[in-house]
């Protein structure tokens, strides 16, 4: 690993085990088993396993399913400098590092690289990972949701959603949301023009707690039922334009 990387890493309140795993899923071309990430990294699977669900938690590491079997993957290397950008007052000297060393990290994993079709992102600070994946790699600069207004505001907080929504606008990327017709919906509406965005409502007995944002080929799935928000992002055309009809019928019959 480059000296630079383990600093910024210790900057971010990393100890060394946990950049130890940190840096193993890093550096892989694939998502890999705990027993192997303990192996590489010189740990127990015990701690291997206690440090990846607190990375988790963190949003710097996601688990992959596939034929029940849990494996792990670090963010994608692009998603750092979001990662950071979200805690600028107390590391910005960190992001500017982290810009200079990112085509080092690139060149570890250009050979057969892998890209996951499906990513898992839980906790809040997981969550918000996934939601700077709608803006981050949003190619397309188009976003159309099915938003549960109250249930986003009451888990995310207001202070977050203008973040977002300030830095969506700074991105150029336009809006188009179907919402509940609740207070909330009708508070976000007031800043539709503000925010590059058009909100159209249905009836208050269809409300849900959950947020699906369609773009690119991508739908992202963010629920907040629980305590614990979730969120998984699908990249996949056929879903993609599955979701995106579904979408149009229903904006037909939005007010």
């Not at 840096?23 to 192997?36: D, F, I, Q």
């Not at 969550?127 to 109250?150: C, H, I, P, R, S």
């Not at 203008?162 to 700074?170: A, E, G, L, N």
Request: aromatic share 10%; proline share 4%; hydrophobic share 40%.
């Amino acid at each position: 690993m480059p000296p630079s990387l383990k600093f910024i890493l210790q900057t971010l309140d990393l100890g060394e085990k946990h950049i130890a795993v940190f840096s193993v899923l890093l550096e892989s071309r694939a998502p890999m088993l705990v027993s192997a990430i303990a192996r590489q990294a010189k740990l127990n699977r015990t701690t291997a396993y206690d440090i990846l669900e607190e990375l988790g938690n963190r949003g710097l590491v996601s688990r992959v399913n596939k034929d029940r079997v849990t494996r792990y993957q670090s963010i994608a290397i692009e998603h750092l400098p979001a990662y950071i950008e979200r805690q600028r007052e107390t590391l910005e000297e960190t992001k500017r590092e982290l810009a200079d060393i990112l085509p080092q990290i690139a060149l570890i994993r250009s050979y057969g690289k892998i890209l996951p079709k499906v990513q898992f992102f839980e906790g809040l600070e997981g969550v918000k990972q996934a939601y700077e994946d709608t803006l981050e790699n949003n190619k397309g600069k188009q976003l159309y949701d099915f938003t549960g207004t109250d249930a986003i505001y009451r888990k995310m907080g207001e202070a977050w959603l203008v973040y977002y929504w300030k830095k969506r606008s700074r991105l150029d990327i336009e809006c188009t949301v179907i919402a509940p017709d609740t207070e909330w919906s009708a508070i976000m509406k007031q800043d539709d023009e503000k925010y590059a965005r058009i909100t159209k409502l249905i009836p208050r007995e269809f409300s849900f707690d959950s947020e699906i944002d369609i773009y690119d080929d991508k739908v992202g799935i963010f629920t907040f039922s629980q305590e614990h928000p979730i969120a998984v992002l699908i990249e996949d055309k056929t879903i993609h334009d599955t979701m995106k009809s579904f979408f149009n019928f229903a904006l037909m019959h939005a007010k």
